[in-house]
C-alpha cells in the first residue's frame, strides 16, 4: 500500500441499510478526514480526527459516525442510509506535526448511491 | 475561516503561463493561503500553500499580495494534464486542518 486506499471503490445501497467506508493510510499521518463532495460542489468535511482516539465533527456531521482505533484506519459508518447521502466520499490525511503539516493527501473516493 | 472568491471557469492555451486569480480580503493574520486542484473524479491533489512571502516549487508559484487579501496561483508552462477545478482555501495551520472548498475554477488547457 502506498498512500491512502479506500474500499469499497463504488456502492449502490438501499435506504436504511448500515455501510461502513473503509479508510487505511501507511504513512503514518496522526490526521485523518472524511469529505463528501456532491455533483458540481466543493468538498465538505464531514468528521476528522486529530490523532488515534479522538475525533471531531465537521460541517455535515448528522448522519455518520467515525471512530479512530489505530492511526491506519479512519472508517467511516452511515448507520442508516438515506438518498441523501447519495455522494461521492473522500478520505484524506495530514501529518500535523511535520514541516509539511496542512497539507492533505486524499484518496482516491468511493461513490455511493442511497436508493 | 476567510471566505475565497474565485471566478468560476478560465481557459490557458497550452504552453502559456496560467494565472488563477483568488481574493480573500476577511484574511485573519494567521492564517494560510492553500492551493489544491482536482483532476476529474480523481481525489484533490495539494499543490502549494504559504503565508505573506511569494512561494515556489516543482508544481507552481503562489503570489501573495502585500496586503494579503488576494493571490494568484501560477502553472508556469500549462499542459493539458493541468486541466482541472483549482480550489483556493483559507485556514489555519492546526492539528487538524478543517478546510474550506468553494466551487474553485475550472481551468482549461486548450491544446
Known amino acids: 500500500i502506498a498512500g491512502i486506499t479506500q474500499a469499497p471503490t463504488s456502492q449502490i445501497l438501499a435506504a436504511g441499510r448500515r455501510m461502513t467506508l473503509r479508510c487505511t493510510q501507511d504513512?503514518?499521518?496522526?490526521?485523518m478526514y472524511w469529505y463528501r463532495q456532491d455533483l458540481g460542489l466543493g468538498l465538505r468535511l464531514i468528521h476528522y480526527?486529530?490523532?488515534?482516539?479522538?475525533?471531531g465533527k465537521g460541517e455535515v456531521p448528522d448522519g455518520y459516525s467515525v471512530s479512530r482505533a489505530n492511526t491506519d484506519d479512519f472508517p467511516l459508518t452511515l448507520a442508516s442510509a438515506v438518498p441523501s447521502q447519495t455522494s461521492v466520499y473522500f478520505c484524506a490525511s495530514s501529518d500535523s506535526a511535520s514541516g509539511r503539516r496542512g497539507e492533505q493527501f486524499f484518496g482516491p473516493g468511493t461513490r455511493l448511491t442511497v436508493l | 475561516d476567510a471566505k475565497t472568491t474565485q471566478p468560476p471557469s478560465m481557459d490557458c492555451a497550452e504552453g502559456r503561463a496560467a494565472n488563477l486569480p483568488c481574493n480573500h480580503s476577511?484574511?485573519?493574520?494567521?492564517?494560510?493561503v492553500y492551493w489544491y486542484r482536482q483532476i476529474h473524479s480523481q481525489g484533490p491533489q495539494y499543490i502549494i500553500h504559504?503565508?505573506?512571502n511569494n512561494e515556489t516549487n516543482e508544481m507552481a508559484s503562489l503570489i501573495i499580495t502585500e496586503d494579503r487579501k488576494s493571490s494568484t496561483l501560477i502553472l508556469p508552462h500549462a499542459t493539458l494534464r493541468d486541466t482541472a477545478v483549482y480550489y483556493c482555501i483559507v485556514s489555519l495551520i492546526q492539528g487538524a486542518q478543517k478546510l474550506v472548498f468553494g466551487q474553485g475554477t475550472r481551468l482549461t488547457i486548450n491544446p
Open positions: 504513512m503514518r499521518h496522526n490526521a
Open positions: 476577511t484574511i485573519s493574520g494567521n492564517e494560510y
Open positions: 504559504g503565508l505573506k
Open positions: 480526527s486529530n490523532t488515534a482516539g479522538t475525533t
